[in-house]
Every structure is written in C-alpha cells, then in structure tokens.
C-alpha cells in the first residue's frame, strides 16, 4: 500500500498549481464579478496538456488517468473553482464518448477538446427533472438515418460555448423508463438548436452555464453514443466516473479556505495577540485540516480506483458528498475567521463562500449521494 503520489503526478500537481497561480489568480475577480468565459484559458491549458488530461495519448490527452484528473482539479480550485471548472469540464460529456462511442467517434471528437478548439457538454437536466434522471423528456424520433430531437436541457455547463454536447434523449418510449434512453452527440450549432446564457449564479460566475432547446434538429444516427436504450445505464456509469473530479474541485476550495485562514490568523490580532494564539480559532483550523485530509484520501482512492478498471460508484459518491459537506463547512469556517472582512468583496472568502455550495448541488445534489451510498448498504 502507497500513499504517495507518483514522482510524474507531483509534478503535474506543481505545474498545475503554478499555471492557476499566474493565469487564473489575476484573472479571477474580474471573472467572477463580470461573469466572464475565458476561451484563451481553456486554450492556454490545453498547451499545457491540462485539458482532457485523463484521455489516452492516442486520443491526444495526456493520459493522467482520473487521478492525474483529481490532482490538476486540486490545483486548479484552489486558485479559482469557477475557472479551474472551465478548464477541467472542457471535456465534460466526452467521458460518454470515451466509455462507449465508437473508435470513429473518440477518434473525431476527443483530440480537438484536449487541443483546446473546442469544448464539450453533457446536457442530461431538464426544467422539470434533475435528480429523477428517468423523468427526462427529450425525444429523438428516427427519420431516414437521422434522429430528430425536440426538448430542453436546463443549468448545463458549458451549454452556450460548447461544440459539441451529448444530450440524453427518449428513443424507445415503448420500453420502460430506464430502458427508454439513449445518448446522442448533438452539434453546438446545429441548426434548431437555441443557447441562452443563464445569469445571476451565486457562485462559479466565470462557468458557462446554458439552457438549450431543441426544435427539430436533426443529426445523424451515427451520433448515437454506445447502445440504443442503454442511456439511462450508461449515464449512471458516466457520474460514477466523473464524480472523483467534482469532489476534488470541493478539495481545492477547501484548501484554499484553510491557506488564507492560517494566514490570517497570524496576521490579524485581537484582545492584544494574534487571533491563531486562541483555542477557538485553533479548533476550528484543526477542523479544516482534519476534514481536508480525510477528502484528499476519499477523492484520490474513487479516482485511483477508476484508473485500475475497478470504480466504486459508492465510494465516488461518498467523495462527493464529503467535498460538497468539507467545502461548505470550510468556506464558513473561514469567513468566520475573517470576521466582517471575509464579508465584503475585496477578500476572496466570500467568494469562497459562494462557490462552495454549487459542490452540494451539481453532479448529484447531496441528497441524490445519499440515496447512492444507502441503497448500496442496504443491498448487501
Ligand atoms: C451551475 C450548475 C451547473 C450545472 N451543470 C450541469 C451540466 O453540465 N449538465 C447537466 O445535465 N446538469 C447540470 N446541472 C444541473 C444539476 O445537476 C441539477 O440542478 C441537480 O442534479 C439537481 O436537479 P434539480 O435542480 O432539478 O433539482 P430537483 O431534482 O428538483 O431537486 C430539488 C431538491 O429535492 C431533492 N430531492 C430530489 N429527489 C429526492 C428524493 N427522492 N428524496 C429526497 N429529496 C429529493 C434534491 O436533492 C434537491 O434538494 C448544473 C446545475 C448548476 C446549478
């Protein structure tokens, strides 16, 4: 047994830590106050091998596997979560096509998202369903050899820039529920397809975050991604492989709350010492650094896990729910820290603060984690 990260991952921990500090630091609150998109980012790490890191080098990824993935998704949030998202969810929704699309398909989209030309999304929520991923409405009918699909996806990342999404659509509404999705690559631009921005997000301002209708657009059946009927499968296997990614965004923004409140507690003094010299404070530091710790090892084992062909869908969803639980706790402990200073805009805790919550929310809301982690205890 090896806790150690390997010699190749630490250094793609330090140069994934020192491009966030150069290019995502000066850039962030700018970012996050004008809800800017960054392309030249995503691009600029996508030079550095940082986007689709976990895809293998034949599909033009650096091959970090999942837990070269978690250490860059680290680095990354503990400088910004909302950039760092931007960079590492550059190939979200292309893990479908890289579990089960055909060699064509992982050979024509995967290279040009880790070059950095274009971006991916995964549409699955509707307006009306979210957690209920069997209560999806979206229907792709057969036509000739196209599909044509009408709907709505809702809150998806990436929605407005992406070149490509895979949308989880209804293709066998005969079969029951779960039988009756299939996975289906629609082009960004296609024609019936409209992208409206949504704005006013509490945190993760500088993501792209999309509504998409779908009025009749039409795509080729060769988009189908793996087997027809098999979506609903094939997208609960998808979060059990991108869950390790999302926890690992809480990991970061954690970090980064313990790094400025050690700082601060140094820093800043009351009744005549420094704030650190109190046991208040000092208890609610220990707290952070025990609750981190305990994630790093919980997020690195369910990514770990995945790259030795063996992922626990429980223990991913136990990572998520952790960083979702750890960021939140975190964020508040380190605007307590702060005290009216981690309050206003010119400290990043309140940034901190906002972001963190989207951690209990995306990628299965915390309760969704819940619901995972009990069936499989009550299934033994
Ligand atoms: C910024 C952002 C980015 C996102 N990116 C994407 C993306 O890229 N792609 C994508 O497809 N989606 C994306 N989402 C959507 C996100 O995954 C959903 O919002 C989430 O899954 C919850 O769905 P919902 O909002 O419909 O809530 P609902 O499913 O309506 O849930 C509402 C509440 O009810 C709870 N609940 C639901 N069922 C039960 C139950 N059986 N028992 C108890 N409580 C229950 C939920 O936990 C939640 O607290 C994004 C959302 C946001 C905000």
Known sequence: MDFELTEELKMLEDMAYKFAQNELGPISHECDVEEK???EIVKKAAENGLVGAWV???YGGAEAGCLGLAVITEQLSRVDMGIGLNVVAASFGS????LYGSEEQKKRYLPPVCRGEMVSAGAFTEPDAGTDVAGYRTRAVKDGDDYVINGNKMFITNGTVCGFMVVQCITSPEEKRHNSFSMIIVPGDAEGVTRTKIHGKMGVRSSDTGEISFEDVRVPQENLVGQEGRGFYQLMHFFDTTRPMVAAQGLG???????VSVRYSKERSVFGAPLGNFQLTQAKLTEMAIKI???RGLVFKAAWLIDEGRPDYTLAAMAKYLSG???VFCANAALEIHGGYGYIEEYDVQKYYRDAK???????TKEAEIMTIGRFLLSK
């Open 358 to 364: 989207i951690l209990e929310l995306y990628e299965g």
């Open 253 to 259: 923004l954690s970090q980064a709350c313990l790094d």
């Open 95 to 98: 893990e479908a096509i890289y």
């Open 325 to 327: 639980e750890t960021a």
């Open 37 to 39: 998109y960054t392309p």
């Open 56 to 58: 293998p080098e034949e």
């Open 293 to 295: 710790e305990a994630l």
